[in-house]
């Protein structure tokens, strides 16, 4: 298949450096470079396990939350505009 890539600067000069150092063609080397990425990928599970510990704070001490006016009134005082 042809097709055309817009590749950045470092990752064409890290390609270069690779078809210097191997002496293989710049067709191969990419090839290469997209299987073994793409190999990376495939094996991946998405993103990573993140967990967090929850505890019990106890009651609010404003009141209830779901009344933005009512904290702001008992936090700031009547006039907390």
Do not use: C, W, Y
């Not at 990752?11 to 299987?35: C, G, I, M």
Request: charged letters at 30%; proline letters at 4%.
């Amino acid at each position: 298949m042809r097709t055309t890539l817009t590749l950045d600067k470092d990752v064409a000069a890290r390609l270069e450096q690779t078809v210097n150092k191997r002496r293989l063609p710049f067709k191969t080397v990419v090839n290469d470079a997209l299987r073994a990425g793409l190999s990376l990928i495939d094996k991946s599970t998405g993103s990573p396990a993140f967990r967090t510990t929850g505890f019990d704070l106890g009651p609010s001490l404003v009141g209830s939350l779901d009344d933005v006016h009512g904290v702001l009134a008992r936090v700031e005082g009547e006039e907390h505009r």
